[in-house]
């Protein structure tokens, strides 16, 4: 069995179906490139064969792209030289796609040469689009689910076979740099529009438009293989070439802080490779990309958000259980939580109750995916078929009997254990025994709220974070009794509104926020000391995280900030280590300076609340220092502060599963995607160094830098959390 199969019919026209063993989707593998190779060769050596199409034999796509585990392959192969493997395997991948694109041609006049064309009847993401793009004509299916486009930078890496060279070309380095530099994805019409595909059909007319095409003598030289052949919208000294040069690269140092290899690699490779001939820039593409992989940051990306992103939605860690997809949801609280807990599960096709205390608050929750849809409307991307259907599915309510027939609930009313309790006994009256009833809440125990609960094993925390729609994470918390399928319930519903889950233990602020708060609370300890807000909110930006700490606290609310500080202290007494950073926050709550919410905080807002810049009146209460810390001082206390809780979290069984604490982190709060999460980032500096920095920052600050006694294990061990703690993942 191959992955490439051909047929050749009457009138001379090769069919190549790629059709990966064992797989919904192609993807390319090591072997899968010489079965290719081979069919290649026979459609030039035999004069029967006029010419080829090429197209896969999954209903609905082409191909989703590389299988990346190819990545680490190509490494082991090489031995002690992982990047001349690396190296070698790209050079050999452009070897063959050239021969696809050089069809036998004459080298020296561009004459003879037989067409290939990709025929696509969906989906084509990296390898998937670089394939058609070495091809002469590339025809899509009218498809409009399909997706095409070079994703690559979404994980960290960028097109290294080819796609960044010929679509810099195709299209020129301005028209190509959304869909490089952003990974922007397409539908077929708008790949055409782009483009990126030189033809789109409809989807039964598919093969039959590419066997003509093949059959009508087509011009099949590239224009980048014609004599006097001039890059679209002009090379680097080129003065319209020069603008978008200077542009892109300001662009891509600022938006990605200059933490991200990728993106500056892929400049590189279409700048230096505009200046000379097509092999050659090929060759550099092959340099800049074997330069990308070898970088620790692009392996943990991979690690973190592909392949292990993938496993935990495909249910890593899922429980033996029943199918446990959820028919009709409860939704309890129609406030903020809920209106969007409610919007995602109709968007996924589930009935939902929504319960408010009166009609106007469930109505006013509903109200949420009305709009939600109707911005959908005015960007067409939903109809009001749609629409109806979606709201159809939502019944806002105050009555607990239409719960009936729920198999899932969740309750998002006020965080307050009492008003919690009272609502989970209401519910139960109401539903059946086996309905699972999870919580939302973000700070309470979820084994202290299931003592409210007739069936404490079929109570379990779903904690979905704000905003519900545009959040990829959900953090899933088994309390002391939770069972089996209350978890597989969890999971499956994550599965079915598409988003990614982690499952922790019950302790205090569960996983996310436990990392989060410590973040948060550096960053305005480190106003207290006199340290320059800016340098604190650069240092972070610049290490990669999303928003500085004090933006943070604007976004969440300083008066959140106040009540999390209060409960914390109440519940933890004398050993409460944050008075300097309450002193800080509860003033700014004295300045009735909240954050966005009152156009006030940390920043200062404009009416229209677009925040301007660091409001000047903190430093008259709290002085900025004259002698100021090193940036790196910054980011590592910035780092390690949610570093170590990770690690702690690991250590007390909070966390399970490092895949977990990585993904979870990256999708959760942002923590530092290039890195891959906080232990891919402990790996990429190696425990021996983290240790050591943890005894200095200890020492300098303070004994929340205690270096956990799991990481000093390891450091002496000279250990690595994937090494150590990877195969028990695997094997989870
Ligand atoms: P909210 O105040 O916006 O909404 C709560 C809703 O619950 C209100 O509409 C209220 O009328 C309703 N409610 C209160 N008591 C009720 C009762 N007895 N019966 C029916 N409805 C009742 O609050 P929110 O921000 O949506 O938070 C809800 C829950 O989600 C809390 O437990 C909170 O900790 C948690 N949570 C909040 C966030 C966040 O960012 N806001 C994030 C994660 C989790």
């Known amino acids: ?207 039959s438009a590419a066997k003509a095409w093949v059959l009508s003598e087509p011009n099949i030289v590239k224009p980048w293989d014609e004599k006097g052949y001039k890059m679209p919208g002009g090379t680097p000294y080129h003065p319209a070439g020069f603008m978008t040069f200077v542009g892109a690269s300001a662009m891509v140092n600022g938006k990605t802080q200059g933490v991200y290899p990728a993106a500056k690699a892929l400049l590189s490779a279409v700048y230096e490779g505009a200046m000379v001939p097509f092999d050659t820039a090929l060759k550099i593409e092959a340099r800049w990309f074997t330069n990308v992989l070898m970088n620790p940051s692009s392996s943990a990306m991979i690690r973190s958000l592909f392949i292990n992103k993938e496993a935990l939605e495909k249910g890593a860690n899922r429980p033996e259980a029943p199918d446990q997809k959820v028919k009709k949801v409860g939704v309890i609280g129609a406030g903020m939580m809920g209106a969007g807990i409610a919007l995602v599960s109709a968007l996924a096709g589930i009935e939902v109750v929504l319960i408010d205390s009166t009609q106007e608050a469930a109505d006013k929750g509903k109200s949420y995916t009305t709009a939600h849809l109707d911005k959908g409307i005015a960007r067409k991307k939903v109809t009001e078929d749609k629409k109806e259907a979606v709201l159809g599915l939502i019944n806002a309510t105050t009555d607990y009997d239409a719960l009936k027939g729920c198999d899932l609930i969740v309750e998002a009313v006020f965080e307050d254990v009492g008003v919690k309790a009272e609502v989970t006994a209401k519910v139960q009256a109401a539903t059946g025994p086996d309905c699972i009833f999870a919580t939302n809440t973000s700070t309470l125990p979820i084994t202290e709220l299931a003592k409210a609960s007739a069936d404490p094993e079929k109570f379990i925390g779903i904690h979905f974070f704000s905003p519900v729609d545009k959040m990829l994470l959900v ?156 940036l790196i001082t910054v980011q590592h206390r910035l780092l390690f502060a949610q570093v170590l809780e990770a690690v702690r979290a690991l250590e007390e069984g909070v966390l399970e599963d490092i895949r977990e604490g990585d993904v979870g982190a990256i999708l959760g709060w942002g923590f530092a995607p290039w890195s891959g999460g906080p232990f891919s980032w402990l790996d990429i500096i190696g425990t021996p160094y983290a240790a050591e920095r943890c005894d200095q920052l200890t020492e300098e600050f303070g004994a929340r830098f205690t270096t956990p006694a799991l990481l000093r294990e390891m450091a002496d061990k000279g250990q690595e959390f994937y090494k150590r703690f990877g195969a028990a993942a695997q094997a989870a």
């Not at 070309?169 to 030189?198: I, Q, Y």
């Not at 939770?482 to 302790?507: C, F, H, M, S, W």
């Not at 606290?553 to 944050?578: M, N, Q, R």
């Not at 810049?613 to 100021?628: C, K, N």
Request: net charge negative; aromatic share 6%.
């Open 1 to 207: 069995m191959t992955d490439f199969t051909m047929t050749t019919d009457a009138d001379g026209v090769a069919t190549i179906v790629w059709d990966t063993v064992g797989k919904s989707m192609n993807v390319m593998t090591l072997v899968a490139w010489d079965d290719l190779e081979a069919l290649v060769d026979q459609v030039l050596a035999d004069d029967a064969i006029k010419g080829a199409i090429i197209t896969s034999g999954k209903p609905g796509s082409f191909a989703g792209g590389m299988d990346l585990n190819v990545i680490a392959q190509m490494k082991d192969m090489a031995g002690d030289n992982p990047a001349k493997g690396l190296f070698d395997g790209i050079m050999n991948a452009h070897r063959i796609m050239r021969k696809i694109e050089r069809a036998g041609m004459d080298p020296k006049t561009n004459k003879g040469g037989k067409p290939f064309v990709a025929a696509l009847p969906g989906t084509a993401l990296g390898i998937g689009l670089e394939i058609p793009l070495s091809c002469h004509r590339i025809i899509a299916a009218d498809n409009p689910k399909a997706k095409i486009g070079l994703p690559e930078i979404m994980v960290g890496i960028f097109p290294g076979a080819g796609g960044t060279t010929r679509l810099s070309r195709k299209l020129g380095a301005m028209a190509a740099s959304p869909l490089l530099l952003e990974g922007k994805l397409n539908d077929p019409v708008k790949a055409k529009a782009a483009g990126v595909v030189d033809e789109v059909v409809p989807a039964d007319e598919l093969l």
């Open 475 to 630: 953090e899933i918390i088994k309390g002391k009794e939770t069972g089996d399928v209350a978890v597989a319930k969890a999971l499956d519903y994550v599965r079915q509104i598409k988003k990614t889950p982690i499952v922790v233990n019950d302790e205090r602020f569960f996983y996310a926020n436990r990392c989060i708060i410590p973040y948060i609370n550096e960053g305005i300890r480190m106003v207290k000391e006199g340290v320059e807000p800016a340098l604190i909110e650069n240092a972070a930006k610049l290490v990669g995280m999303p928003l500085g700490p004090l933006q943070l606290v604007d976004e969440t609310s300083v008066d959140l900030g106040v009540k999390i500080a209060k409960a914390t202290k109440a519940a933890v007494g004398d050993a409460y280590p944050d008075g300097e950073v309450d002193e800080v926050l509860f003033w700014m709550f004295d300045q009735k300076r909240l954050g966005r919410k009152s156009n006030a905080g940390f920043y200062t807002y404009d009416d229209k609340g677009k925040r301007l810049g660091l409001w000047d009146g903190l430093g008259a209460q709290y002085p900025v220092a004259d002698e100021q810390p090193d």
